[in-house]
């Protein structure tokens, strides 16, 4: 079929070819932009954190009055942890717990630079998560290389102060920034304002920083493991429960903590505030506002695609009572139904190309700018695709019962009124 | 007149029962959906204390110099212990307090209780006349008790509930970690959302503080800091004592400067302080400092995330599609009753009774699409809060005036639709149409 006579009918129609062109070249924009940060999120919210997650809790507990700055006030806080620890082990429904001040993913965040040697300059930043010889097993956390910590490599620390651990275990991810020939194990690093040098004596797989947002993208990945013993008031306790336990683990592991120091305080709030959560609410918390933007821009999305088609059915419905004579007179002269719904079919697709080319050039100035706004990354060209292959077949599909409703006059209808 | 056009606009809104109602459901969706974005918006982004707002202040000494700052030229928006200090013993604003994050623990006289930690901040005396706090019983404590590193509070209306059944506790007193504190006033309602005495090391939103106790007592009690700690060239030496001496930021500051002069006096003030400290050889560097009013800083600490204001513009694009699209409809509606223009026309209405009318019929539309609007409005914002952290999702209100809003933007918008197919519809010409019927 020609398009020449599409056009020419059009021309007699311009405010609704108009509109319905810059409704598509719109939508389009906003669409594939809205996918392309849909599934930015989707992929960000699916990481793996590098741990076994199930089965894994974490207890937040203070008792103040314990002061860590006198020595007879750390052998108390010594006391208690090393109590604590034990009665926790010994849980039926534990299998493994240690003591620390943060874990991947619970907003703790607790950072330093590594550099390679004293009078260097600060190299890469990494979280770092006071440990023991139980951590590994505990989180899951695979070696690839390397060794574990022995119990007698871990010391006790309070405070703030440099951080001078005589060894540590770090993420491939570290390992390979810091040592780009794949040759980190064994080597020293320094920690920030210290000279001490800390040796690396394993190297893990994977496992995630303690914010799901890093300032720094190549951050999320650079976790240090310290053998340190966290001698403060307020810490946290990581616990695995027996496979399939982890409800009773979440009654009697604070149980166990009251029993051993009653007057502790193990927080009763709500989410994050919460003092006994789970890995999976941890997790949820940590990637809530991402899953919030992705629910939205996917309403948005959805709105906008049924606005659009809403528009194309009704101009296309009203183009067609309009020309209900013009079709009879092509009925009479010869045209099949066929003809009729392929002239609307066509039609619209001729509007919809002008608009998705008009869109592709919109996505990608909204694209450019959102990308100075708001740390956002260049459009693909495949949502772009996408996009455009959604609209045209949104229009097609509008257009059909309309189009339907076309075919079915009567070429009678040539000789009514007029 | 324009009565009679909306009697007729509602009349006519049954005429195409279609295409009007598409119209109605793109008008809904579209003030729908930006008015649950906007609800957001501007829960997050209020001001909380809009009488007195652009009064205060808050200082930014630079203690890190230009290698903490990686190229840029900001300074920390916190202050370590001797900035504070020293800006609290100056005294050179009409009021001041350096204020940070405490959560001491509550131990309760019966000991079957549970003892419960209770967040709070540590602030000078003058932080209650420059927060405008509301006082139920009692009132804040002088600044002889700063001085003196009384042990002295000022409790919350939730914890005087709790601890005393909501009876005036002025003079009772409460045991906080190992000591002993006498209450000297209780708060009545007060929960400013953002937070705005501590933007710089704390979320901006979450729950009320239950107590406030003198900063001096705080740190004397080596109270350590809830909030964000981050140190710049070089780490604190251990124990409490190391923290105080170190370039660690920690502790948020607030001042009230009432004019322009007092602005200016203090801003010399910073860099007459910055330049003594670059003598005095603690500064290696220029001074660098920044005072921002509440307004800027709120903006300055992003506390409505840049995603947030995303989603806001995204869903006022989707209102602006949701226009052409209306603008579309609206044309086929009202050019489709041409011959009904034509014999009114004919019969004498000028040009502008029937822009009038088709305008009126725009209004219409658009107060029905409002309605419908407001109820998606409702729907969105309680699915949204849904979906929000329980102290972000308690900002969204639908309130009176986001109701009226609401239907203000859907009749404006429909109108501004309808400009263009009613500028059509009013040069319908009487004598083509009457021929053509």
């Known amino acids: 079929m020609a398009v020449h006579p599409i056009i020419s009918a059009l021309r007699r129609h311009k405010a609704g070819a108009v509109l319905i062109t810059l409704q598509i070249a719109l939508t389009l924009a906003i669409v594939c932009n809205c996918l392309f940060l849909i599934s930015d999120k989707i992929e960000k919210i699916s990481r793996p954190s590098g741990l076994n997650e199930s089965d894994l809790l974490m207890v937040t507990t203070t008792h103040t009055g314990m002061n860590a700055d006198t020595a007879a006030g750390q052998a108390k806080l010594e006391a208690s942890i090393a109590g604590d620890l034990s009665a926790l082990r010994h849980l039926p429904d534990v299998a493994d717990a240690y003591e620390t001040n943060s874990l991947p993913l619970s907003n703790n965040n607790w950072a330093l630079h590594l550099r390679l040697a004293p009078d260097a300059r600060d190299g890469p930043g990494t979280s770092f998560f006071e440990s023991d010889a139980h951590t590994l097993a505990t989180l899951g956390v695979r070696l690839v290389a390397g060794r574990n910590f022995r119990d007698d490599e871990v010391t006790g620390r309070s405070g703030l102060g440099a951080l001078e651990p005589v060894v540590i275990i770090v993420t491939k991810h570290l390992a390979d920034q810091l040592f780009p020939h794949g040759d980190a194990l064994g080597k020293q690093v320094y920690f920030s304002s210290t000279t001490v040098p800390s040796t690396i004596i394993g190297i893990m797989a994977r496992m995630q920083t303690s914010h799901a947002e890093s300032v720094l993208p190549d951050r999320t990945w650079n976790s240090t493991l310290v053998p340190i013993r966290l001698v403060d008031s307020s810490r946290y306790y990581v616990v695995r429960s027996r496979p399939g336990h982890l409800a009773a683990a979440m009654k009697s592991v604070p149980a166990a903590l009251y029993a051993q120091d009653p007057q502790r305080v193990i927080p009763d709030g709500a989410d994050e505030n919460a003092g006994v959560r789970s890995f999976a609410q941890i997790r949820e918390q940590a990637y809530q506002s991402d899953r919030t933007l992705a629910v939205s821009m996917g309403w948005i999305s959805a709105i906008l695609l049924v606005v659009t088609a809403v528009g194309i059915v009704g101009l296309s419905s009203f183009w067609v009572g309009q020309r209900r004579r013009q079709i009879g007179i092509r009925r009479a002269l010869g045209a099949t139904r066929g003809n009729i719904l392929g002239y609307f079919h066509l039609e619209n697709l001729v509007i919809s190309v002008v608009g998705v080319v008009i869109g592709t050039a919109l996505a990608i100035g909204m694209n450019l700018w959102m990308v100075t706004q708001f740390q956002m990354d260049h459009l693909p060209v495949p949502y772009v695709v996408a996009g455009a292959v959604i609209l045209l077949l949104l229009g097609q599909g509008a257009v059909w019962a309309p189009a339907l409703r076309a075919s079915k006059v009567s070429p009678v209808e040539a000789t009514r009124s007029a | ?334 050019l489709s009753r041409s011959g009904e223009i034509g014999v009114r026309r004919a019969m004498g209405a000028s040009r502008m009774a029937i822009a009038a009318q088709f305008g009126m019929e725009s209004a219409a539309i658009g107060l029905v699409g409002g309605a419908l609007g407001l109820v998606l409005t409702c729907v969105g914002t309680m699915r949204i809060r849904g979906a929000l952290p329980s102290q972000v999702a308690n900002l969204i209100r639908v309130d009176p005036s986001l109701l009226l809003e609401t239907l203000l933007l859907a009749i404006a918008a429909t109108v501004l639709a309808g400009f263009y197919p009613t500028w059509r519809a009013a040069r319908v010409t009487p004598a083509l149409q009457l021929k053509m019927d």
């Open chain 2, 1 to 334: 007149m324009f009565a009679y056009y909306f009697q007729l606009g509602l009349h006519s809104l049954r005429r195409h029962p279609v295409l009007t109602g598409l119209v109605i459901i793109t008008i809904a969706f579209g003030v729908g959906s930006s008015m649950t974005a906007y609800s957001l918006y501007r829960g997050m982004s209020g001001d909380p204390i809009p009488w007195k707002s652009s009064r205060l202040y808050f200082p930014q000494v630079d203690g890190w110099g230009p290698q903490a700052r990686n190229g840029g030229s900001e300074p920390a928006d916190a202050l370590d212990y001797i900035d504070a200090a020293a800006l609290l013993h100056a005294h050179r604003a009409p009021l001041q307090s350096a204020i940070y994050g405490i959560a001491p623990t509550v131990y309760p006289d019966d000991p079957s209780q549970k003892s419960i930690a209770t967040p709070g901040h540590a602030v000078s005396s003058e932080f209650f006349p420059m927060a405008d706090t509301p006082f139920l019983f009692g009132t804040g404590w002088s600044t002889a008790d700063d001085e003196n590193r009384a042990r002295v509070l000022v409790i919350s209306k939730h914890l005087n509930q709790r601890l005393f059944g909501g009876a005036n506790s002025v003079g009772k007193s409460i045991h906080l970690n190992d000591d002993s504190y006498r209450i000297v006033g209780v708060l009545n309602d007060w929960h400013p959302q953002p937070r705005f005495y501590d933007l710089a090391t704390n979320d901006a939103f979450g729950p009320a503080d239950e107590l406030f106790l003198p900063f001096a007592t705080a740190i004397d009690a080596q109270m350590a800091t809830t909030g964000n700690f981050g140190c710049g060239n070089k780490l604190p030496a251990p124990g409490f004592t190391g923290t105080l001496n170190s370039d660690c930021i920690w502790i948020s500051y607030m001042v009230e400067l009432d004019s322009a002069a007092q602005v200016r006096t203090y801003r010399d003030y910073l860099d007459g302080y910055a330049h003594a400290q670059q003598t005095s050889g603690r500064f290696a560097w220029p001074p660098n400092n920044r005072l921002r009013d509440l307004p800027v800083f709120m903006d300055f600490e992003q506390v409505v995330p840049s995603e947030t204001k995303g989603v806001v513009v995204v869903a006022f694009c989707l209102l602006l599609v949701c226009m052409v699209n209306a603008v579309g409809l609206l044309l086929a509606k009202f």
